[in-house]
């Protein structure tokens, strides 16, 4: 959990990699050790961001950003935690990027669509997943084969970066490429 630490920060960065959720649907008493060490660690991380949004004036611009979104989806706290960012993300100011693997991920969080204002959608090979990202980028589900036929991530041979379908805040919707390459130092950063 970063928070830039003074009272004026604007940005909360929640990133808490190899955890892991206890799979959905298995009683508390299978879990192993790490997914009851997640447990815990998950409701910190709702409490944390949610006493950044709340605690600091309205007029200051906030920014939350969550990572395999998925995970606020199954346990109480987190889930709790977006559908109150639905409510309130504009009433506090507050911009929240969420990213993941698969449309379901966000669509299966309560009234997702009162909190996009953009989307960002790579290549996606299943008809039904690019269907379902139809619904993210408010578009005909007749737009699922552009998003099958995006080009892949960057190809190192080539250099050619992927193709993204993108609707930005005004509701405009069309393909992009992003060129990383014309910020290095950004490329450097971005290839993990």
């Known amino acids: 959990l970063v928070d830039q630490g003074a009272a004026d920060a604007t940005l909360v960065v929640v990133t808490m990699p190899g955890l892991s959720a206890p799979p959905e649907g ?17 409701h910190l991380a709702a409490f944390f961001a949610s006493k950044f949004v709340y605690s600091r ?3 200051v611009r906030k920014n939350i950003f969550l990572d395999e979104n998925h995970l606020m989806g199954q346990w ?8 109150r960012l639905l409510r309130d993300s504009r009433k506090c100011n507050t911009a929240v990027g969420a ?4 449309p379901d991920d966000h669509l ?23 269907a379902k990202a139809c619904q993210l980028l408010a578009v005909s589900e007749d737009y699922a ?8 991530r960057t190809d190192d041979k080539t250099g050619q970066t992927g193709e993204f379908v993108w609707r930005d805040p005004k509701g405009r919707v069309g393909r992009m490429r992003v060129d990383l390459d ?7 950063a971005l290839q993990t």
């Open 99 to 102: 990213a993941s693997q698969h």
């Open 76 to 83: 109480g706290s987190g889930l709790a935690f977006f559908v």
């Open 108 to 130: 299966s969080i309560g009234r997702v669509d009162a909190l996009i204002g953009s989307a960002f959608v790579g290549r996606l090979k299943s008809p039904t997943a690019a």
């Open 145 to 152: 084969p552009v998003i099958q036929g995006l080009s892949p």
């Open 182 to 188: 014309w910020h290095p130092s950004l490329r450097k």
């Open 26 to 42: 298995t009683d508390r008493e299978f879990w192993g050790a790490e997914e009851r060490y997640t447990q815990p660690l998950l």
């Open 57 to 59: 004036p309205r007029d």
